[in-house]
């Protein structure tokens, strides 16, 4: 079974392990990491990768993440919602999923691991992935340990994946960006989604490049 970090509009590599899953983990016992998918996700803009965050209140270096709070001092939800609609508006598939998606962005959830839970659980319902989630009660080693090979920075776990290509909105200006937001996936593929998320699946047992 696999223990996955707590992310944000995680990425499509994410999903794309816990799809053909029956159940899976999420990490709650972890230090906070910055710089993470914990509390960002990326998406693709007029100018090429767009990467947003969501501000946290202060924490150390051995806060759980189970204990990290959302800080809205500042409007970001509105910056982000304003970046999502400037990304997808032309996409197919925005339109059938906007107003599911929007309330996600503007939930006051104060905890960032419910809130990451609250979205992963919606996305989930829409793609249709049924596998049944718990929250670890111990922090446990994994091997693949997902919790630190799906970063921001991480790209070598990719280069060894064939990772099939999909249109994307800006795709004529600066190439096809792989491993987004899941919501790149939403909007551009719609119902497609599941079946992409599966032939991902099959290359990351695979391993290796076409």
Do not use: C
């Amino acid at each position: 079974m696999p223990t996955l970090p707590s992310s944000y509009f995680a990425p499509i590599l994410q999903f794309a392990i816990i799809t053909p899953t029956n159940e899976y983990h999420i990490e709650a016992k972890e230090h906070y990491m910055k710089q993470s998918y914990r509390n960002r996700f990326e998406i693709y803009g007029a100018n090429g990768l767009l990467s947003l965050s969501v501000p946290v209140k202060k924490w150390n270096n051995h806060t759980l993440i189970e204990k990290i709070e959302v800080s809205y001092d500042e409007d970001w939800q509105q910056l982000h919602w304003r970046s999502i609609e400037s990304a997808y508006r032309a996409s197919p598939f925005f339109e059938f999923y906007e107003e599911e998606i929007k309330p996600l962005i503007f939930s006051k959830e104060i905890n960032l691991l419910k809130r990451n839970h609250l979205i992963e659980r919606v996305i989930n319902k829409i793609i249709g992935i049924k596998a049944t989630v718990e929250f670890t009660s111990i922090y446990e080693s994994q091997a693949p340990d997902w919790r630190t090979t799906i970063t921001p920075k991480n790209k070598v776990e990719l280069e060894s994946i064939a990772i099939p290509k999909y249109i994307q909105v800006f795709e004529d200006k600066h190439g096809f960006i792989p491993n987004l937001s899941i919501l790149d996936l939403l909007f551009n593929l719609g119902p497609e989604s599941k079946l992409y998320l599966k032939q991902l699946n099959q290359s990351i047992k695979n391993g290796t490049k076409n």
